[in-house]
Antibody, heavy 118, light 108 residues
């Protein structure tokens, strides 16, 4: 069965970076894209971007351009999302989500809480 | 950017009742690229509907989606206790892919 297992919670200081991992299993990793979505406390879902696992192409939300990098390691079927220059409003649960060929997000990781606090 | 506006913000209903959730887009979206997700407290979202009207694997048939252009609807024909949650619409046809702000379906 398809599973996306994310790394554990992180606490970071403002200005630091965080790298969240998402290990996939149960399907051919290179056949699907991977999106990242975040959710601030008590708020809705915000799409951050996605990466084509097949060729490494990325598409980032404009508001995060320059601060976010999405990568994959096909040898371990793991996707990564790095966010730099963290601010307090980056405090959120970060989700990876498999992007189906048609574009919707059919499987989600369990989420990783990133807390940015001095 | 396509803005999705969901209504109502909160829907208070009893088990067994019918729930109708709306999602309006700021510009036309192909129905092929519209989805609905369910999220329960402390859990990741779960895909319910894609392509505006196709149920995802394992989703019961009391959930149905319809609509095209700028108006999308999710109907839960008879609410079960496990259906009380927050529901989000999403468009994935035009970057940036966007979500609505959510509709909370709560027990009356």
């Amino acid at each position: 069965q398809v599973q996306l297992v994310q790394s554990g919670a992180e606490v970071k200081k403002p200005g630091a970076s965080v790298k969240v991992s998402c290990k996939a299993s149960g399907y051919t990793f290179t056949s699907y894209g991977m999106s990242w979505v975040r959710q601030a406390p008590g708020q809705g879902l915000e799409w951050m971007g996605w990466i084509s696992v097949y060729n490494g192409n990325t598409n980032y939300a404009q508001k995060l351009q320059g601060r976010v990098t999405m990568t994959t390691d096909t040898s371990t079927s793991t996707a990564y999302m790095e966010l730099r220059s963290l601010r307090s409003d980056d405090t959120a649960v970060y989700y990876c989500a498999r992007r189906a060929v048609a574009g919707f997000f059919d499987y989600w990781g369990q989420g990783t809480l990133v807390t940015v606090s001095s | 950017e396509i803005v999705l506006t969901q209504s109502p913000g909160t829907l208070s209903l009893s088990p067994g009742e019918r729930a109708t959730l709306s999602c309006r887009a700021s510009q036309s979206v192909s129905s092929s690229y519209l989805a609905w997700y369910q999220q329960k407290p402390g859990q990741a979202p779960r895909l319910l509907i894609y392509g505006a009207s196709s149920r995802a694997t394992g989703i019961p048939d009391r959930f149905s989606g319809s609509g095209s252009g700028t108006d999308l609807t999710l109907i839960i024909s008879r609410l079960e206790p496990e259906d009380f949650a927050v529901y989000y619409c999403q468009q994935y046809g035009s970057s940036p892919w966007t979500f609505g702000q959510g509709t909370k379906v709560e027990i009356k």
